[in-house]
Each structure stands twice: as C-alpha cells, then as structure tokens.
C-alpha cells in the first residue's frame, strides 16, 4: 500500500532552520505531484508548498514563500522542505501529500490529494 512518511521536524528557536523529509513508498514517485501542508493548533490545514511531477515547478503560500523552499529527489522518491528564517507562527504539524498526475503542474488544494502522512511536528519558540 501507498505510504508517506515525514521526518525531520523538531524544536528550533526563532530564525533558525529545519529540513523535513518526506519519504514515499507503493507507488511509482515519478508520476506524483507532491505538496507541504501544515495545521496549526485550531486552525485549518493550508498548503505551504507544492512541486511537479519533475521538479521543473514550484509554488508557495505568501507566509513562507524566500524562506523556505520544496525540492524532490525521484530516484529516493524523496520530497524535501527546506524551512529558514522560521518564525514563531511556523508552528504546526506538517502534512506530505501526493497526487498522481495533476491536469496543472502544483495543486494548491488539499482536496487535490489522495495520499497523506501522517505528520511532522514543528514547534518554533520566540
């Protein structure tokens, strides 16, 4: 069965950085769109970030776009979020996801995905 499974979230201080993983397994990762969610603590889930099937394209939300950046590695069928500058609002549990062959490059739209993580922890500290 289709798995998805982050690493790499953590405790860090205001300003500083974190890498997240995001490693698939039971599907074939080169046919998928990937995308970064994040739910903060009563709040909705909303999209971070978002890339291609390729990786030729990239999309961000405003809140995070020149400080963090989505990568993927198709022969690790790895997903990667690369976060700097993190502020205190940062914090929440980040979500992967995947879509199998989008009719657009990013899907901004959670509803867009069939699979998810289960999620990584951020806590950014002021």
């Known amino acids: 069965q289709v798995q998805l499974v982050e690493s790499g979230g953590g405790l860090v201080q205001a300003g500083g950085s974190l890498r997240l993983s995001c490693v698939a397994s039971?599907?074939?990762?080169?046919?998928?769109?990937m995308g970064w969610f994040r739910q903060a603590p009563g709040k909705g889930r909303e999209f971070v970030a978002g890339?291609?099937?390729?990786?030729?394209?990239?999309a961000y939300a405003e809140a995070v776009k020149g400080r963090f950046t989505i990568s993927r590695d198709n022969a690790e069928n790895t997903v990667y979020l690369q976060m700097n500058s993190l502020k205190p609002q940062d914090t929440a549990i980040y979500y992967c996801?995947?879509?199998?062959?989008?009719?657009?490059?990013?899907?901004?739209?959670?509803?867009?995905?069939?699979?998810w993580g289960q999620g990584t922890p951020v806590t950014v500290s002021s």
């Open positions: 996801a995947a879509r199998y062959r989008p009719p657009i490059a990013v899907v901004r739209s959670s509803d867009g995905y069939t699979y």
């Open positions: 039971g599907l074939t990762f080169s046919n998928y769109a």
């Open positions: 890339i291609s099937l390729s990786g030729g394209t990239s």
